[in-house]
C-alpha cells in the first residue's frame, strides 16, 4: 500500500468547517483513498472512501486531486464530538489485507 | 456500538502471566482481524481470519501470541508469558467480503491490557 503523510494535529473552531489534507504521492492506479476515525478510547470508525472522483457521505467529504497524489477530509459543520484522531489510508478495493493506520491527524473542534 | 464486541474492557495481569481476549464480529462478516494500538500511535495490524482459516500474521505477533477463529465466528487472541511491551489496546474488527463489493472494516471497543 502506497503511504502516507498527514499533519500530526489541528484545530478546528465549532461549526465551521475542518479541512484536513493528506498526501499520498506514490498512490497506485487501483488504490483508493480511505478515512477512518477514533475517538477517544473507541475502535476506529469508517468515515469514507474513493479513487478519484469527489465522493460526499453524511458524515464528510471527499476531495481528491486530479493527479491523485493528494486529497482532503470535510467536515461542513464541525462539532464538538468530531474531535478525533484521523487517519487517511491507501489501499486497493476489495484488498483482504489490514488497514495501514500511520499516525493520524489529532483534530481538536474548540468551542 | 458497532455490533463487535470484545471482552474484557480492561485487563491488568501480572508480567508472565497468560492473559485470553475474545472478540464477538458482526454475525455475517466473513472476516475478522486482530490488531494492536500503543499509546499515541494508530492500530498495527497482528492477524486476520478468513472464515475459521488463519490467512496471514503480522511480524509483530510473536511465538508469545495465538489467535483462534473456531467455527468461523469468535476469536480468541492469547498471550503467554505477558510481557510490560505487551501492554496496549488490542482491538478486534470484523467485515463482509462478497463478490466486487467493497464492505468497510467494523472495529470493537477494544481491551485495554496493561502488565505490571
Known amino acids: 500500500d502506497a503511504k502516507t503523510t498527514q499533519p500530526p494535529s489541528m484545530d478546528c473552531a465549532e461549526g465551521r468547517a475542518a479541512n484536513l489534507p493528506c498526501n499520498h504521492s506514490t498512490i497506485s492506479g487501483n488504490e483508493y483513498v480511505y478515512w477512518y476515525r477514533q475517538i477517544h478510547s473507541q475502535g476506529p470508525q469508517y468515515i469514507i472512501h474513493g479513487l478519484k472522483n469527489n465522493e460526499t457521505n453524511e458524515m464528510a467529504s471527499l476531495i481528491i486531486t486530479e493527479d491523485r497524489k493528494s486529497s482532503t477530509l470535510i467536515l461542513p459543520h464541525a462539532t464538538l464530538r468530531d474531535t478525533a484522531v484521523y487517519y487517511c489510508?491507501?489501499?486497493?478495493?476489495?484488498?483482504?489485507?489490514?488497514?495501514?493506520f500511520g499516525k493520524g491527524t489529532s483534530l481538536l473542534v474548540t468551542p | 456500538d458497532t455490533g463487535v464486541s470484545q471482552d474484557p474492557r480492561h485487563k491488568i495481569t501480572k508480567r508472565g502471566q497468560n492473559v485470553t481476549f475474545r472478540c464477538d464480529p458482526i454475525s455475517e462478516h466473513n472476516r475478522l482481524y486482530w490488531y494492536r494500538q500503543t499509546l499515541g500511535q494508530g492500530p498495527e495490524f497482528l492477524t486476520y481470519f478468513q472464515n475459521e482459516a488463519q490467512l496471514e500474521k503480522s511480524r509483530l505477533l510473536s511465538d508469545r501470541f495465538s489467535a483462534e477463529r473456531p467455527k468461523g465466528s469468535f476469536s480468541t487472541l492469547e498471550i503467554q508469558r505477558t510481557e510490560q511491551g505487551d501492554s496496549a489496546m488490542y482491538l478486534c474488527a470484523s467485515r463482509l467480503t462478497a463478490g466486487t463489493e467493497d464492505y468497510e472494516q467494523y472495529f470493537g471497543p477494544g481491551t485495554r491490557l496493561t502488565v505490571t
Open positions: 489510508i491507501v489501499r486497493e478495493l476489495n484488498s483482504g489485507y489490514a488497514l495501514n
